[in-house]
């Protein structure tokens, strides 16, 4: 016998694999690797707009929380003034005259609110209505009786944010008492108006305005660029809201200055992503890896080519 002399080849591995099957497999490869790092930026750019977006929505927040603790803090502090200027000689001696003449009052309380800083001054009588007022003719034969704050008042010194026709003013109101009896009640006021809302846009660059109604009665200080956006507010609901004006997008948010369903409503405004610079170089960052995946797979793509130009 004859022992053969054929020799058997098993194919191992990649040998077997054509050299244009290869790359045309790594060129699909590559392609889905690009793939997936523009999903892996695209996301990751979403979840910073997301970011910059709660921001908007934070600082507005803020805002509102910021003037809301003005607004208490200011509330106090009537509460206490007027509780001292109840008891002055000069409110006694007039309001509780055996004759109550109005012209008296009328000067008397004109000279103490200018004395005492106060944009408001008015005499109640012990129903709730309005004697005498100086600094807004919105109060003027005025019956509030039904206010809480007013019938708090008899009892301690109260304070409170009322809505006028004109403007609104933070009030504090106390009782003008005469032994055990209050024939009177005080009321001063203080604007809550551009101030507190000026405070407010430079502590967290915001701009501000108060409405009553359809009217735009106060308006922060130097927000001339976001004035077009406040007046936008006029027909918006409370809430947050993205507006655009010639000027650019903004984010809204409209909130009332009290729980009555007449109370005036606060508005604020911010550009869009207002922090937007802030996270610019990030922004470019997220998409680096596509980039270089780009021009990987660009060079992948001229190697076979030239690849193919050098087997043919």
Do not use: C
Not at 97 to 110: H, L, N, S
């Amino acid at each position: 016998m004859t022992q053969s002399n054929l020799d058997v080849v098993f194919p191992l591995g990649s040998a077997a694999i054509p050299a244009s099957g290869r790359r045309k497999g790594a060129l699909v490869a590559g392609l889905l690797v690009v793939a997936a790092l523009g999903a892996v930026s695209f996301t990751a750019h979403r979840q910073i707009d997301l970011l910059l977006s709660s921001l908007d929505e934070e600082v507005l927040t803020q805002a509102t929380r910021t003037l809301g603790s003005l607004v208490e803090r200011q509330k106090d502090q009537l509460a206490a003034e007027v509780r001292v200027l109840a008891d002055d000689n000069r409110i006694r001696s007039t309001v509780l005259a055996p004759q109550f003449d109005r012209a008296t009052v009328q000067d008397v309380i004109e000279d103490l609110r200018k004395s005492s800083g106060a944009t408001l001054l008015a005499v109640l009588d012990a129903g709730g209505k309005v004697q005498v007022v100086t600094g807004s003719g919105a109060l003027r034969e005025a019956n509030l009786s039904a206010s809480p704050t007013v019938k708090a008042a008899f009892t301690k010194a109260s304070s409170d944010v009322w809505t006028l026709s004109d403007q609104v003013q933070v009030i504090g109101i106390a009782a003008i008492r005469s032994g055990p009896q209050v024939p009177a009640l005080l009321v001063k006021g203080l604007p809550l108006g551009e101030g507190q809302l000026t405070t407010v846009a430079t502590a967290l660059g915001v701009a501000g305005a108060i409405l009553v109604g359809d009217k735009v009665v106060a308006i922060s200080a130097h927000s001339s660029e976001l004035a077009e956006a406040l007046r936008l507010g006029i027909g918006l609901s409370d809430g947050s809201s993205q507006v655009s004006t010639a000027r650019g997008t903004y984010l809204v948010r409209v909130s009332r200055t009290g729980s009555a369903a007449t109370a005036a409503r606060g508005v604020w405004a911010v550009t869009h992503h207002h922090q937007a610079a802030k996270t610019q170089l990030l922004g470019l960052l997220v998409f680096a890896p596509l980039v270089l995946g780009g021009l990987l797979f660009l060079l992948l793509i001229a190697t076979s080519i030239r690849t193919n130009g050098g087997s043919s």
